[in-house]
Nanobody
Framework: QVQLVESGGGLVQAGGSLRLSCAVS????????MGWFRQAPGKEREFVAA???????TYYADSVKGRFTISRVNPNTVNLQMNSLKPEDTAVYYC??????????????????WGQGTQVTVSS
């Protein structure tokens, strides 16, 4: 089993930055990928970014490419640096752990464990 705890959400003005962190504990040796997803009110959960546990590969949604950066900053923390934030980035952000080596990282259904989520609100 893996436990995930997100932190770093908050309220920021458009154009500002936030950094989300996901602390990972438990069976980390079984993790192949870590992902970030978000869900806005009335919308489906959508893929934001993912990273291979080794850090060798990263993946981004087109909507955040060039603005967001995912990184594994120490053995058990994955960050999502969010720059040039827009009001449409407002959502609850979730980190997730994937035990599957197939790299289908954009599909929420392949992830095995999820954090509780952290709210990000971008004001215009």
């Amino acid at each position: 089993q893996v436990q995930l705890v997100e932190s770093g959400g908050g309220l920021v003005q458009a154009g500002g930055s936030l950094r989300l962190s996901c602390a990972v504990s438990g069976r980390t040796f079984s993790v192949y990928f870590m992902g970030w997803f978000r869900q806005a009110p009335g919308k489906e959960r959508e893929f934001v970014a993912a990273i291979r546990w080794s850090g060798a590969s990263t993946y981004y949604a087109d909507s955040v490419k060039g603005r967001f950066t995912i990184s594994r900053v120490n053995p058990n923390t994955v960050n999502l640096q969010m720059n040039s934030l827009k009001p449409e980035d407002t959502a609850v952000y979730y980190c997730a752990a994937d035990f599957n080596p197939s790299a289908l990282v954009r599909l929420s259904t392949v992830y095995d464990y999820w954090g509780q989520g952290t709210q990000v609100t971008v004001s215009s």
